[in-house]
C-alpha cells in the first residue's frame, strides 16, 4: 500500500524566513502526491500537486514542491514565511496500485510563524 | 456560492443518539467522500461514492451509513453515537473523470462531540 511520512510534527520559523515542510513517500509505482493545507477550523485547501509532470510544482501562496525519486520525497517549500501561512499542512498520495479514489494523508505538519 | 458545504458546523449530542450530517457539493462532481480526522488531527477516508454508487467503505462500524440521493448529495447518518465517535467529518468532491489524481475540494468541516 502506498503511504506518506510528514517528519516533524510542528516546525516553527521567523517570519521571513525559509518554510521546508518534509514527505517521503513509499509506493511500488510512481505516485501522485499532494500538498492541502487547513487553516485552524476550515476545511483543507489544495496547495499543489505531483502528478508525473515536471518535477517541480508550483502551487498557490508561494509554495512549491519538488519530487525526488532517489530520495522518495517530496518537500514543500517556501522561500519567505508570512505569518498568515500559519496552519496545518498535509501531505497525501493516491493509490495508484488500486485505482482507488481516495487519498492517504501524512499526520500533519503544523507551521508556526513566529514575528 | 459555496462549492462543498456541510451541515451542521457543529454538533454536540449524548452517547446513543442518532444523528446525520449532511453534505451538497455544487461543483458538477461525480465522485463524493467522508473522511474522519480525529483529535491528533490524522485524516483517513470513511467512505467514497462515484454517481451514487459506493466505492469506496473502508473499515468503518456499521453504525456509520452513508446516503448518497443524487450526485451532488452525500449524507452520512450514525446510530448509537459512541465516544470515540468525537471527531471532525469532511466531505470532499473530485470530477471522477481522472480518477486517484483528481483534485479532492473539501469541505468546511463538521466538529461532532459525543458526551
Known amino acids: 500500500a502506498q503511504s506518506v511520512t510528514q517528519l516533524g510534527s510542528h516546525v516553527s520559523v521567523s517570519e521571513g524566513a525559509l518554510v521546508l515542510l518534509r514527505c517521503n513517500y513509499s509506493s511500488s509505482v510512481p505516485p501522485y502526491l499532494f500538498w492541502y493545507v487547513q487553516y485552524p477550523n476550515q476545511g483543507l485547501q489544495l496547495l499543489l500537486k505531483y502528478t508525473s509532470a515536471a518535477t517541480l510544482v508550483k502551487g498557490i501562496n508561494g509554495f512549491e514542491a519538488e519530487f525526488k525519486k532517489s530520495e522518495t520525497s517530496f518537500h514543500l517549500t517556501k522561500p519567505s514565511a508570512h505569518m498568515s501561512d500559519a496552519a496545518e499542512y498535509f501531505c497525501?498520495?493516491?493509490?495508484?496500485?488500486?485505482?482507488?479514489?481516495?487519498?492517504?494523508f501524512g499526520s500533519g505538519t503544523r507551521l508556526q510563524v513566529q514575528p | 456560492d459555496t462549492a462543498v458545504s456541510q451541515t451542521p458546523k457543529y454538533l454536540v449530542t449524548q452517547m446513543g443518539n442518532d444523528k446525520s450530517i449532511k453534505c451538497e457539493q455544487n461543483?458538477?462532481?461525480?465522485?463524493m467522500y467522508w473522511y474522519k480526522q480525529d483529535s491528533k488531527k490524522f485524516l483517513k477516508i470513511m467512505f467514497s461514492y462515484n454517481n451514487k454508487e459506493l466505492i469506496i467503505n473502508e473499515t468503518v462500524p456499521n453504525r456509520f451509513s452513508p446516503k448518497s440521493p443524487d450526485k451532488a448529495h452525500l449524507n452520512l447518518h450514525i446510530n448509537s453515537l459512541e465516544l470515540g465517535d468525537s471527531a471532525v467529518y469532511f466531505c470532499?468532491?473530485?470530477?471522477?473523470?481522472?480518477?486517484?489524481?483528481?483534485?479532492?475540494?473539501f469541505g468546511p468541516g463538521t466538529r461532532l462531540t459525543v458526551l
Open positions: 497525501a498520495v493516491s493509490d495508484l496500485v488500486t485505482g482507488r479514489r481516495a487519498l492517504t
Open positions: 470532499a468532491s473530485s470530477p471522477g473523470l481522472a480518477g486517484p489524481t483528481d483534485t479532492q475540494y
Open positions: 461543483l458538477g462532481h461525480d465522485t
